[in-house]
C-alpha cells in the first residue's frame, strides 16, 4: 500500500484528549511505532498513520484534507465551524460520531456573590472567554448584547484582573472555579471527544478502513458501557 492510500488522524499532541485517544486507537487493534521526531505514529498492522498536533490546528487539518480523521472536542469544533462561517469560509468537515472522554462543558461563571438569573443579567457586561464564536451566538440568541474578550487562556483570573465581570470557560470538575473564588451560573454548551472526516471524498479502500474503526470504536465504547 502507497503512502497516499494510508489513513491519516490528527491527534492532539499533549493535553486532556491525548492519553485517551491512543489508548482507543489501541484498544481498536492498532499496533503502532512512534516516529524519531515525536509527531507522527506509524501503524504496523493497519494502514493507517497518526500526526500529533495542538487541539485547535485539527479542524483545519481535516478541513484542508492534510488528515483524514481528527480526534478533537466538540467545543473547539464548534468554535472553528463558527468562525470559518463568520469568515465566509464553509465549514466541510464532518462529524463521524462522538466519543466517550473529555467530557466538559462551556459554562458562564461569575464571581462568588454575584448575582445571576438568567442569561439577560449578562447584558452591557464585559465576558472573557477563548471560545468568542459560541459565546457571541449564545448572547445573540438571547438577545443580549455584550462584550465579548477574547482571551488566549487564563480565563479564570480575567475577573480579578478588572478585564471581565464574568467569564465562559470550560469546566469539567469545577474545581477551578472554586480556586478562583467563581461559581457555574450557566451552561453554555456540552462537549466531549469527536471524530471529524475530511470533506474531500476518499478512496473506497480508505473508506472501507475508516467504516472498520468506527465500527471497532462502537464495539470498544459498548464493552466500557
Ligand atoms: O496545547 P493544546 O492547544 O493542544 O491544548 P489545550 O490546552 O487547548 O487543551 P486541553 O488539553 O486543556 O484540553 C483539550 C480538550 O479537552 C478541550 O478542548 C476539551 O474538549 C476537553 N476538556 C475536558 C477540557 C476539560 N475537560 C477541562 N477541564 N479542557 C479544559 N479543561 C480546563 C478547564 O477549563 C479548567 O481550566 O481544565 C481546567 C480544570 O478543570 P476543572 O473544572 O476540573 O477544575
Ligand atoms: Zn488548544
Known amino acids: 500500500m502507497d503512502k497516499s492510500s494510508r489513513l491519516k488522524v490528527a491527534l492532539q499532541k499533549s493535553g486532556r484528549l491525548t492519553e485517551n485517544s491512543l489508548d ?68 466541510l468537515f ?12 462551556l459554562s458562564i461563571a461569575v464571581p462568588d456573590g454575584t448575582e445571576y438569573k438568567d442569561a439577560s443579567s449578562l447584558r452591557g457586561k464585559r ?47 469545577g474545581s477551578t472555579l472554586i480556586a478562583n473564588h467563581l461559581s457555574e451560573a450557566e451552561t453554555v454548551m456540552e462537549s466531549q471527544a469527536a471524530i471529524i472526516s475530511t470533506p474531500v471524498p ?5 473508506q472501507e478502513w475508516i467504516h472498520r474503526l468506527t465500527m471497532r470504536i462502537d464495539g470498544v465504547q459498548q464493552v466500557k458501557e
Do not use: H, W
Open 24 to 91: 482507543l486507537l489501541a484498544r481498536c487493534g492498532l499496533k503502532y511505532s512512534r516516529g524519531k521526531d515525536q509527531l507522527m505514529c506509524y501503524g504496523e498492522n493497519m494502514p493507517l498513520d497518526v500526526l500529533f498536533v495542538r487541539d485547535d490546528d485539527i479542524p483545519d487539518l481535516v478541513q484542508q484534507d492534510v488528515c483524514d480523521l481528527g480526534i478533537v472536542g466538540l467545543n473547539v469544533i464548534e468554535e472553528k465551524r463558527l468562525s470559518f462561517q463568520t469568515r465566509g469560509v464553509s465549514p
Open 202 to 206: 476518499v478512496t473506497m479502500e480508505k
Open 94 to 105: 464532518e462529524q463521524v460520531m462522538v466519543l466517550d472522554y473529555g467530557k466538559c462543558r
Open 127 to 173: 465576558i472573557a472567554t477563548t471560545y468568542p464564536n459560541i459565546l457571541a451566538r449564545f448572547l445573540r440568541e438571547r438577545d443580549v448584547q455584550a462584550e465579548v474578550v477574547t482571551m488566549s487562556g487564563a480565563v479564570e483570573i480575567a475577573p480579578r484582573l478588572g478585564r471581565a465581570d464574568f467569564i465562559c470557560d470550560l469546566v469539567s470538575t
